[in-house]
Every structure is written in structure tokens, then in C-alpha cells.
């Protein structure tokens, strides 16, 4: 078998972490499923444990979403409906019964999610890449306060696996034209020099090897792109 051509790099940027923790308030119960706010929209994923009368094969659900409907139920159009639900399955062992359960290989996105079946949240770990925020903002007008406080929280729920997103929970793509308006900015607020030095070699592993055309999103999956 030949050698691979591609050239192996080890990844400077750094990792996602669960970077802090968040505790969900249950806001609504239909029978086995309660609903959660979080207060915030976040991403990365809540940690359940199954109750202890529950026998193996027993299994959780829980979906996640933006918005609540009127009568206090997910409402999954703001994530792209419900052909693009964000959804956990996890199944108990009795083998197991202290095991906290959680998604390994991937986040979520959301400020409600649900759970149904006889399990219970212990918290909701927020999850990105661990870049560092190295800006401080303090006013007295609140308006003021929130807006930069949100769009640091949105900025670092955009940033996985030093890749700067669109969104978080359906495309999870980096379009190189919102990354270029919103560098700047990122780099004022955070420690992003390892960030854009691995998205630009992924630009460049992107790029069209015959013509030299620069897709669109970075790293690159096909699709899209206009003319």
C-alpha cells in the first residue's frame, strides 16, 4: 500500500471542554416528560441519570429546542422543525446504575430541552472550544451590559473544534464570509491566534486544487455555495 500523501499536523487549537456548568430549572411536567429552561440559549448537552427503581433496557428521550409552543411544549421550528431534531437516546443497565449519561461525540443547542422517561438532570455542561474570553465590558445601562454579554456567550457557542460556525445545532458549517465580518471582533474579545491559524490551513485545504477557487465553508463538505 503507498504512503498517504497528506501531510499529518498535530491540532494547536484548542479543544472543546465542558467549560462550566449550568442548572436547569423544570418549568413543565406532562406525565414522564418534564420540560427545562436554561435561561440562556447554550450549547453542549445536559447529564441525566436514570432513577433507581428503573430496570435495564429502560430507556430516556430528550430533544431539545428555542422556543416553547403555547401550551408549554418544545416548539422545534426555530431548529430547523422536526426532520432536524436534535435527539438522545440513552438505554440503562442495572449493571451501571450511577453511570451519568451523556452524549461522547457530539453537542447540542438550546435554552429548552425535555425528558422523558424516569430520569433526572443533575446540570446542563456548556461545551466549546477552550478560547480563553480576554475582553472586559462593565456599563451602567443594561441594554448595553446584555447585548455584549450575549454575543460572547453566542460567540463561544459557535466555536467547536476550532471551527467558527454559523449555528450551533443544525449546519454547524464555517462560512468563510461570516468568518471574515466577525473575526475582528473575535479577536479583540478573545484568545483566537490558534483559532484562524488551523481555519486557515483549513481554508487552504479547502481550496479547489485546478482552479483555485475558495469554497465557502471551511473545512468543506460539498453543497451550496452560489455562483
Not at 52 to 67: H, Q
Not at 89 to 99: L, N, Q
Not at 150 to 173: A, M
Request: glycine residues 8%; aromatic residues 12%; hydrophobic residues 35%.
Amino acid at each position: 500500500m503507498p504512503a498517504p500523501l497528506a501531510v499529518l499536523n498535530k491540532q494547536a487549537c484548542p479543544v472543546d471542554r465542558e467549560i462550566r456548568t449550568i442548572q436547569p430549572k423544570e418549568i413543565y411536567r406532562f406525565g414522564d416528560t418534564a420540560i427545562y429552561d436554561l435561561g440562556e440559549n447554550a450549547a453542549g448537552y445536559p447529564k441525566i441519570v436514570f432513577d433507581d427503581n428503573c430496570i435495564s433496557d429502560e430507556r430516556a428521550f430528550v430533544r431539545f429546542a428555542e422556543e416553547l409552543n403555547a401550551d408549554g411544549s418544545l416548539n422545534f421550528f426555530s431548529a430547523g422543525m422536526e426532520f432536524r431534531m436534535q435527539r438522545d437516546e440513552f438505554v440503562f443497565s442495572e449493571a451501571h446504575k450511577d453511570y451519568v449519561f451523556h452524549p461522547l461525540f457530539t453537542w447540542h443547542a438550546c435554552r429548552y430541552f425535555e425528558v422523558q422517561g424516569r430520569a433526572t438532570v443533575k446540570e446542563y455542561a456548556v461545551v466549546h472550544s477552550d478560547i480563553p474570553c480576554i475582553c472586559t465590558y462593565h456599563s451602567d445601562d443594561e441594554m448595553l451590559e446584555w447585548i455584549v454579554q450575549t454575543y460572547l456567550r453566542t460567540q463561544q457557542n459557535n466555536i467547536h473544534n476550532c471551527v467558527p460556525s454559523d449555528c450551533p445545532h443544525r449546519e454547524r458549517l464555517g462560512y468563510t464570509g461570516d468568518g471574515q465580518l466577525t473575526s475582528g471582533t473575535v479577536m479583540d474579545c478573545f484568545d483566537a491566534k490558534d483559532l484562524y491559524r488551523k481555519w486557515m490551513r483549513d481554508i487552504a485545504d479547502s481550496q479547489d486544487i485546478y482552479g483555485g477557487h475558495v469554497e465557502h465553508t471551511a473545512p468543506f463538505y460539498g453543497g451550496g455555495g452560489g455562483p
